[in-house]
């Protein structure tokens, strides 16, 4: 997979990363980020990749339970012998379509079990390493959905990216005096492997060009001013940014990546 970002090789040396959710998408560039700028990097999900960079740990694990984050902390802290900077991308919906009353007490449950809860979770295992050492660096992966939901089909989804945001600000007032930074990334459409292949589906069910279906897709967004979706390489590099010695005085925020697809300030 090619990733189009310029590296220095030296910028993370030494640094102990960990990213949930690493194995595809925008959590593959991330991770891609990390490694090649020579941090040691954990990663971990429900299976594997073939494009993950060699030297990267990989631990199979289910975030969604505590067993699962529980897993994951102890090898990581295994692994790398302390932590130095989390990112938490996993997440995700598969609510069914037709609004608030087909989203049932399980998919309401299933969103905040993968889009919330891992990440306070990994937070309450790791933070006490980084309170040790009084410095860190935490980012969490919500969505423009937290302020611009897509009813039909993503409201459980959304609300809880929404929930992430806050519980991240809140995180933030309280550890950010300690010496650890927390922030905030909300993606809007971001063009990885899966959101190419629901191009291709668009294209062949509406027999309709890629291009057409792809425009079909932001103009259901409202539009995006840039006229295509963010590369999960800015994502990474956003996101590196924000973990970095270069951005020391920035916490408590969130950043929108979106093409200017949210139309207030």
């Not at 063009?191 to 103009?219: F, G, L, P, Q, W």
């Amino acid at each position: 997979m090619n990733y189009p970002f310029k590296v220095d090789s030296t910028e993370f040396l030494g640094k102990r990363v960990l990213v949930t959710g690493g194995t595809k998408g925008q959590g593959l560039a991330i991770v891609t980020k990390f490694a090649l700028s020579g941090a040691r990097v954990v990663t971990t999900a429900r299976s594997s990749s073939d494009d993950l960079p060699r030297e990267v740990i990989f631990i199979e694990a289910d975030l969604t339970t505590p067993e699962g984050t529980r897993h994951v902390a102890k090898r990581t802290l295994s692994q790398l012998g302390g932590i130095d900077i989390i990112v938490h991308v996993a997440g995700g919906s598969s609510s069914p379509a037709g609004g608030f009353l087909a989203q049932t007490e399980e998919d309401w449950s299933q969103a905040l079990n993968l889009n919330l809860l891992p990440a306070v979770r990994i937070d309450r295992l790791l933070v006490p390493e980084m309170l040790k050492q009084q410095k860190g660096s935490i980012v969490h992966i919500s969505s423009i959905q937290r302020s611009l939901p897509l009813h039909d089909s993503t409201l459980a989804y959304a609300a809880a990216k929404a929930a992430l945001a806050n519980y991240s600000k809140g995180l933030s007032k309280e550890i950010s005096p300690e010496g650890i930074r927390v922030n905030v990334v909300s993606p809007g459409w971001v063009a990885t492997e899966a959101s190419n292949a629901m191009m291709e589906r668009i294209s062949t069910t509406n027999n309709v060009s890629i291009k057409e279906a792809t425009k079909s897709v932001m103009d259901a967004l409202g539009g995006i001013p840039i006229g295509r979706p963010a590369w999960p390489a800015e994502v990474a590099e956003l996101v590196s940014f924000l973990s970095s010695d270069r951005a020391e005085a920035i916490t408590g925020h969130e950043y929108i990546i979106d093409g200017g697809t949210i139309p207030t300030i």
